[in-house]
C-alpha cells in the first residue's frame, strides 16, 4: 500500500488550494477527487465567485477575506492566469438591514474602503438599478469576482507541478485510522497517509462519519442564471457585482461578462438534497427561473430579458451558515473543511493555506475558533 505524507479527500476548491500549499512546501501529497476538476458537480462552476472584504456575515470574516485576496493575487502572478476582476462589489438592502450595518462596520474597524450610497446616488451612478427610496447601498470598491474554474485550475497546474500526485475520477468509499496513520478505500484500492484532509463538499457527511465525527451539513440545490441584458447599462466594464438583502430573500449577481448577460442567483431557500441523485436540469423547478427573474424585472428591469443559459450547483449548508474547519478532536493529524454555505469560494485560497498549516504545523496564522466543530456540540 502506498504511502503519502498527506492525503486529501475532495479536491475541489479548498482541497485543491490546499494541495498546492502542501507540495509547496515538499511535502509528499495524494490529492482524490471523484470527478475531474474543475468540474460541473459540486460548488465551484459557473464561471465566477464574487469576492468582498467589508463582510455582511461577520466582522470576524474580514482577515480571511483580505488573506484570501493576496493569495489569489499570488496565484494570479504564479499561474499567469486572470483570476480576478475588479469591478466593485455593491451591497444593497433597506435602511435597518442587519447585513448592511455589519458592512458598515467591518469597514470601519478594518480601515475598508467603502462608499455609503442614498438611493437616489445609486439611481444617478447606475441608470440600471431600480432602488426604492427606503434602501441603501455599500459600494466596496476594491472587491469584484473571481474567475471560479480558472482559480481551479491555477491551482491544479502549480500543485502538480510542485510534486502533488492527483487522482481523478476515484470515488473514495470509506476513511479509518490505525494506531499511526489513516487508510483511505477507494473504488480501486487503498492508499495509506500520515495526516489526512478531508474536503470532500457535499459528500463529506458518509466520509466524516466513517471517522467518527458528526457534522451538521445539508447540501441544497441552488441555481444560476443568466438574461440577455442592455450591455450599455450591464456591462463589466461600467457594473459592479452585487448583492441584495430583500426582507424575504437575499440575490447576488453578476455584469455581464464579455456579452454574456446578467448572471443572477437566489443566495437563501432551495433544496435539500443527496448528492448523488440531484435533479441537475435547469428548469425543473419553476423557481429556477422564476425567482430570478422576478427580482430582475423589480430592480434591474433592462437585464430581465430572455434567458441565455442556467445551471445546477449546490450548497452545503451549516445551522448557522458559518464553515466547519478544524482537527479531529482524537486524531490531531485529520483535519477537515466543510459547510461553506455558498459563501465558501472566496475564501478558498485562505482556506487551503490554513489546512496545509493544521496539518503541519498544528495551528494556522489565522483565527479559525468561529469554524469550530465544537459549537454544535451543545
Known sequence: MQTYEVIIVGAGSMGMAAGYYLAKRGVSTLMIDAF?????MGSHHGDTRIIRHAYGEGKQYVPFALRAQELWRELEEASGMKLFSQTGVLSAGAKDCAFLQEVRESAERYSLPLEVLSAREVRERWAGINLPDDFYA???????????????RAYRDLAVASGAELLVHTKVTSLQTD??????????QSYRGKKLLVSAGAWNSPLLHSLGLSVPLVPTRKTVAWFGAEESLYSSDRFPAFVFQLSDSIY???????GSGVKIGRHDG????????????????LSDEGDVRGFLETYMPQAAGALRQGRVCIYTMTP????????????PGIVFAAGFSGHGFKFASAV????????????STLDLSIFSLSRFSS
Open 36 to 40: 475531474d476538476p474543475p468540474h460541473t
Open 138 to 152: 455599500c459600494l466596496e470598491p476594491a472587491s469584484g469576482y473571481l474567475y471560479s474554474e480558472n482559480c481551479i
Open 179 to 188: 494506531q499511526e496513520d489513516v487508510i483511505v478505500h477507494t473504488d480501486s
Open 252 to 258: 447576488y449577481g453578476f455584469p455581464s461578462i464579455d
Open 270 to 285: 432551495g433544496q435539500a438534497i443527496d448528492p448523488d441523485t440531484l435533479e441537475r436540469t435547469f428548469g425543473s423547478f
Open 320 to 331: 448557522d451558515e458559518h464553515f466547519v474547519i478544524d482537527r479531529h478532536p482524537e486524531h
Open 352 to 363: 487551503g493555506e490554513a489546512t496545509s498549516q493544521l496539518l503541519l504545523d498544528g495551528t
